[in-house]
């Protein structure tokens, strides 16, 4: 007679073999002269000569 195996049985043994992640890496931390900055005066500067150029 063949023995029943539960499906929580098949889930334990089938996570024995399975693998664990390691923790990524953390990133290194960019110098100051490495980060680029948002130029939120410089679209303001170019949508105010995109205006004068359409209107002469």
């Not at 996570?15 to 100051?32: D, G, N, Q, S, Y």
């Not at 980060?35 to 359409?54: H, S």
């Amino acid at each position: 007679m063949r023995q029943r195996v539960s499906i929580t049985q098949k889930a334990i043994d089938n996570l024995k073999f399975r693998v664990t992640h390691r923790k990524p890496r953390k990133k290194p931390i960019p110098t100051a002269s490495q980060i680029t900055t948002f130029d939120y005066v410089g679209g303001l500067l170019r949508a105010k000569w995109d205006r004068m150029r359409t209107t002469r």
